[in-house]
Each structure stands twice: as C-alpha cells, then as structure tokens.
C-alpha cells in the first residue's frame, strides 16, 4: 500500500559517512535550508561515546537538536533511537529528522530502528535516500586501513556524494567515483563541496522531496552477506 | 538481522581508538577570539601529533568544541598535514574567562587507553603553555570494547 503524504509522517533521512567526510557539515547547512524552506527538521546526533560533541556544535546553530551516545544506533541503543523519535513526534511533529549516525552504523539496521517508533506514536515512518559523504581529499589513505566500514557504507547508499572537491584533486575525485561505482552501481553520484555550500540546495531536495524503502530483513541479509560473506 | 555480520563489523569499528573529555577551563586573564582559536588550533595539533608520533596511522577525526557564555567555537583536524578548520560565533572583540571544553578524539592503530593517555598529556601541556586553568568534568573512553553487548 502506498503511503500517502499527510501530516502523520515522519521522514528520516540518514546521512552516513565515515568519520572526517563532512556529515556534521553537511547536515547542519542541509537543516538550515530546509528550514528555510519551511520545514519543521529535527536533527539527531549519535556518538559511541559518552560525550557528544558533534550533538554541542549542532546545538550550537540553533537547531532543534537531540544527541544518542553511549552506543551504536542501529543495534545497542536501537530502542533508545525509537523512544527518541516518539518523543520529538509528540513534543515537535518534524516533518524531518535528519540522522547522523555515529560512523559504525549499518544504515539498514538503523531504518529498522526508526521503524520501532511507529509502535509508541500513531506516525508513519518514511525514508529518505540513504546519503554517504565520500571524503575525496584521503580516499587512498581510507582505503588502506578502514576499508571494510568505507565500502559498507557505501554499499548501503542510495545517494553517495564525493565530498571536498573544493580541496581533492581530479585524480581523487575519480577514484572515488569509479570506487563507488564498482561497489554500488545502482548508487547517485554527485560532487560536493559542503565547506562551501556546493550541493547543499540539492541534498536538501532529495531529502525533501525522495524517498527510499523501508527497512526489510532480506534485503539487510543479503547485503550484509555480499560483502562479509556469510550468513 | 544476521548477527554474525553484525559483530564482524562493529569489530571493525573497534579498530578505532576513541577518548573523549569534558573540561572547564578558566583564563585569569580574558581571552579574545583570536587568542582562543590559537589554543584550539594548538591543542587539535599536538594532540594529533602525539597520537601519531606513537602509533596511530589515521586520524578518524580530532574535534573540540569551546563554549562560553560570549560565544561558542568549533575546531575540527582531520588531515595533520592542512592543519585545523576552526569556525566561530564571537562577535568582534568579544573576549572571555570562563568556558567549557569538550574534545573528542578518534584514530586508528592505537587503542583508547594510549589516545587517552596521549591525549591527556597533550592537553595538559597546551593548556598550561596559555596558562589556562582547567578541571575535568567528564573522561571517557571505552573500557570494554563495543562488541561485547553482541557477546563477541
């Protein structure tokens, strides 16, 4: 059944990308348009750690901002993620939240957490595409020792956008995008600069204006078993 | 949701050294912006360093955030060779005593109790070279490793 757009849905949008890529950036230029735009967008910032300091910087810009820490979002503290969307439905009704998760987090298993919160509040869970930030400037360096995590997220993605062009150069920026190319080739490409606002507007609509599947069990299985083999 | 996949790769997350710290910081003397970006930038740099100079081989990414009740400012490094991208909202000639300092720190190659230690020396160092008073209010690091709710 289709999902028709009314004021009971909540759309997440999750923007992934290993830690340096620019998410925190991204988001908060992404957040400011969209409230320009007049959306009601709330932000959520996981850490694994304790302390949040990608939650105080977000906080810092005014925006409506809640922080996770003390574990990974998408299994750890799942159910902490779903208490949490509950609670910014009843007390703000966001058309969006914006994810950051903590750069560990397996984008599909952090749908099926969002989808736990349409158990506590009469919401409809929507996605938008699942975006990955590529930093361009240290791809090398990236994929000779985390690899594995990089080509995770990047497999997740339905939109990876290669981040710092502004700073890389062409020979960078196209091994990132033959990268992503080789290992999601049904995945967006677009070149962004965040540090400079290049591909904000753009983000901003696809968050608004796509959406991506919901979470199903198969679909993370098979994932999960094209690249770790098992399962 | 396979579990074994699961653990496989939030093992490899573990491979990452992370320290966290909380700090109130008090300069006898007021500190303008400018002043305060070159603490920052000086504290990102040498706490960088001294995880590198003793076995990380990435960074993740080095963050602090300063925030006092003139303003607040944000300094990241992610890549030792361009140095830290600091960005703040203090307006001109704004100055401060008292502020509260949170770092983050997340590298590869080394575990959290060496970035914590190095860490730690690091920033004691720097903070006394400003003469800037501080008391911890939060440290964190991870004491067991993230798989261990997975039972791995």
């Given at each position: 059944m289709a999902i028709s757009r009314t004021s009971d849905v909540m759309k997440i949008a999750q923007i992934a990308g290993?830690?340096?890529?620019?998410k925190t950036t991204l988001l908060i230029e992404v957040a400011k348009e969209l409230v320009a735009r007049g959306k009601r967008v709330a932000i959520v910032v996981n850490d694994?750690?304790?302390?949040n300091v990608d939650f105080k910087i977000v906080e810092s810009y005014g925006l409506k901002a809640k922080e996770l820490s003390g574990?990974?979002?998408?299994?750890?503290i799942a159910g902490n993620f779903a208490n949490t969307l509950a609670l910014l439905w009843t007390s703000f009704k966001p058309d969006i939240v914006i994810v950051e998760p903590?750069?560990?987090?397996i984008p599909w298993g952090l749908k099926r957490a969002a989808e736990y919160s349409e158990a506590e509040v009469p919401v409809i869970i929507e996605h938008a595409p699942v975006i990955t930030l590529v930093d361009s400037t240290r791809i090398d360096t990236l994929l000779g020792t985390v690899r594995r995590l990089v080509v995770t997220q990047i497999r997740e993605a339905d939109v990876c956008l290669i981040n710092k062009v502004d700073a890389s150069d062409d020979a960078r920026i196209k091994r990132s995008e033959d990268l992503v190319k080789e290992i999601n080739p049904k995945c967006e490409l677009m070149r962004t600069s965040t540090h400079d606002g290049m591909g904000v507007k753009e983000v901003a609509d696809i968050i608004a204006e796509r959406t991506s599947s919901r979470y199903d069990e198969a679909v993370e299985r098979e994932l999960l078993r094209q690249q770790y083999g098992s399962g | 949701m396979d579990e074994d996949v699961h653990i496989a790769m939030h093992r490899e997350a573990d491979e990452l050294g992370k320290f966290a710290t909380q700090l109130r910081v008090h300069a006898p003397k007021a500190m303008s912006r400018e002043e305060a970006a070159k603490v920052l930038g000086e504290l990102l740099t040498v706490v960088t360093k001294s995880c590198m100079d003793h076995g990380?081989?990435?960074?993740g990414h080095v963050k602090a955030f300063l925030k006092t009740t003139n303003g607040a400012m944000s300094a990241s490094l992610i890549d030792p060779q361009k140095g830290p991208n600091i960005t703040h909202d203090f307006g001109q000639g704004e100055t401060f005593q008292d502020a509260e300092l949170t770092m983050h720190v997340i590298v590869h190659g080394i575990w959290d109790p060496e970035v914590r230690e190095h860490s730690r020396e690091a920033i004691d160092a720097v903070l006394r070279k400003y003469d800037l008073h501080y008391e911890v209010i939060k440290d964190f690091y991870e004491k067991?490793?993230?798989?261990a709710h997975h039972g791995g």
């Open positions: 290993f830690l340096g890529s620019g694994v750690g304790e302390i574990g990974c979002i998408c299994c750890e903590s750069g560990v987090a | 990380a081989d990435l960074v067991e490793k993230g798989v």
